[in-house]
């Protein structure tokens, strides 16, 4: 009878050994996870983990604005397989520029339809090009007007193919 004993209390450890062993593997998993949250969050916002920036609104001031409808050009050493097809905004330094801006917009579309067709895909592909090429419209369209200047241009749409 003493070998039951014996082996009732080792049985009965047993058990006790099981429960604690999966206690701690539930609090290391648990501690896990917590620890992958926080460096996923760290990787995902490095500014600050916690700081929840989806609400800010970025608020820029443009002056008048004058749309001009789409344009479709064929772009250089292409035999006219390849064009932009782009609508831009042009923001005014002056609403009383709009006036100016609607008589001489055939003068406008046709010397932004020169600059456009000058380019060729690898000028205007990236960011870096755009811009150079929003600046080489405002200096082509500024010297025709008088009542005013183009400031800004900002694309609505900009495809190439």
């Known amino acids: 009878m003493p070998v039951e004993k014996g082996e009732q ?4 450890n ?5 429960l ?6 539930v609090a290391i998993i648990v501690l896990a996870a917590g620890i992958a949250y926080v460096v996923a969050k760290m990787v995902i916002n490095p500014r600050g983990a916690l700081e929840d920036t989806s609400n800010q609104v970025i608020s820029k001031t443009i002056g008048p604005i004058y749309e001009l409808e789409e344009f479709t050009v064929n772009l250089a050493e292409s ?5 932009v097809k782009t609508s831009m ?4 330094s002056s609403s009383s ?6 008589e001489k ?3 406008i579309r046709d010397r932004i339809i ?3 067709g000058e380019k060729r895909i690898t000028d205007i592909e990236n960011a870096a090009g755009k811009e150079v090429l929003k600046q080489e419209i405002i200096s082509n369209i500024n010297p025709l007007l008088s009542g005013g200047e183009i400031q800004e241009i900002y694309f609505v749409s900009f495809i190439f193919n």
């Open 9 to 12: 209390e080792i049985k009965k």
């Open 14 to 18: 047993k058990g006790v050994f099981d």
């Open 20 to 25: 604690r062993l999966i206690i701690v593997a």
């Open 79 to 83: 035999n006219g397989r390849r064009f």
């Open 89 to 92: 905004i042009l923001v005014t």
């Open 97 to 102: 520029l709009r006036k100016e801006l609607d």
């Open 105 to 107: 917009r055939p003068l």
């Open 114 to 116: 020169m600059i456009l």
